[in-house]
């Protein structure tokens, strides 16, 4: 059980470039999130997903995009990156039930130069 | 908007002290409250977390503390360890079936030898 698997680890782009960031979980969880970590800023709600198709905005969605396929994967994408989409993201996931307790990926560290 | 106030943004504790962290939050439908704990290089995970229906709780050397005429909410980690050096945040959420956590801005603990 791998828990939450987050892929690339780091990341260096130039502004301008697209990536995408892969999450999986294997946990058979219904929700899922993409936060961005930034010092003295916290964790700040990208998109997320109540489950399988389904996608919604979170506090600071703009200049991301995301997708959710299939249950296990929850992609994000950058179509142009910016300097200011520096930072930290983590995936996270949870059950459909409650939802008390979100499980976090590892992070993938992104520079935009 | 910051909804979950979350200070000292640092905190430096000899082995053996009680470390303590604050948060104040604004929202009156809030019933949930979680503390997270992130070591370096991973992704937040579930410490200890409350409900509003008790004042404290308390897991082993962690001990939160609920004040809900204050709106407030602290973590106490006695017998404080080097091992739980880490950053910890707290976090808020209102209501049931899927609603989104409220992340404070974090404190960078570190428990001195």
């Known amino acids: 059980n791998a828990g939450v698997t987050q892929t690339p680890k780091f990341r260096v782009l130039k502004t301008g470039q697209s990536m995408t960031l892969l999450c999986a979980q294997d946990m058979n969880h219904e929700y899922m999130y993409w936060y961005r970590q930034d010092p003295g800023m916290g964790l700040r709600l990208i998109h997320y997903?109540?489950?399988?198709?389904?996608?919604a905005k979170g506090e600071v969605p703009d200049g991301y995009n995301v997708s959710r396929l299939k249950k296990q994967n929850f992609l994000l994408g950058l179509e142009s990156a910016a300097p200011s989409q520096t930072s930290v993201y983590f995936c996270?996931?949870?059950?459909?039930?409650?939802?008390?307790?979100?499980?976090f990926g590892p992070g993938t560290r992104l520079t935009v130069l | 908007q910051q909804q979950v106030k979350q200070s000292p943004q640092s905190l430096i504790v000899q082995k053996g002290g009680i470390s303590i962290i604050n948060c104040a939050y604004e929202?009156?439908?809030?019933?949930?409250f979680p503390w997270y704990q992130q070591f370096p290089g991973k992704g937040p995970a579930l410490l200890i977390a409350?409900?509003?229906?008790?004042s404290e709780k308390k897991e082993g050397r962690f001990t939160i503390s609920f004040n809900k005429s204050a709106k407030q909410f602290s973590l106490h980690i006695m017998d404080s360890q080097p091992g739980d050096s880490a950053t910890y945040f707290c976090a808020a959420r209102a209501g049931t079936g899927f609603q989104k956590l409220v992340f404070g801005t974090g404190t960078r603990l570190l428990v001195s030898p």
């Open positions: 996270a996931s949870s059950y459909r039930e409650g939802a008390d307790t979100q499980y």
């Open positions: 997903s109540v489950g399988e198709g389904t996608t």
């Open positions: 409350i409900r509003p229906d008790v």
């Open positions: 929202n009156t439908a809030f019933d949930y």
